[in-house]
């Protein structure tokens, strides 16, 4: 099992940047691959971007350029750098990991929620 849990969501102005950080609880966190989803009112949640445990990274097309998934093994976290924040990025944030003999995300954050205002 492994736990994560979120921090860094708020309230923050269009233009601004927020990071949110993701705490996994597990011995093993270089074996996993991170990710972040959104998901919005009435909406499918969604991948945002994701990074494997050697740091190749992919984004979804609406944020590429503006926002930025990294990881510090040493500290078993994953970050997402949020800059140029639009009012459409407002969403409950959530983190996922997956195990690199895995195709799914199979652990998930309770989330954290980021507010974007216009």
């Known amino acids: 099992q492994v736990q994560l849990v979120e921090s860094g969501g708020g309230l923050v102005q269009a233009g601004g940047s927020l990071r949110l950080s993701c705490a996994a609880s597990t011995r093993t966190f270089n074996r996993y691959y991170m990710g972040w989803f959104r998901q919005a009112p009435g909406k499918e949640r969604e991948f945002v971007a994701g990074?494997?445990?050697?740091?190749?990274?992919y984004y979804a097309d609406s944020v590429k350029g503006r926002f930025t998934i990294s990881r510090d093994n040493a500290k078993n976290t994953v970050y997402l750098q949020m800059s140029s924040l639009k009012p459409e990025d407002t969403a409950i944030y959530y983190c996922?990991?997956?195990?690199?003999?895995?195709?799914?995300?199979?652990?998930w954050g309770q989330g954290t929620q980021v507010t974007v205002s216009s």
């Open positions: 996922a990991a997956g195990d690199s003999g895995s195709s799914e995300y199979t652990y």
């Open positions: 990074i494997a445990w050697l740091g190749i990274s």
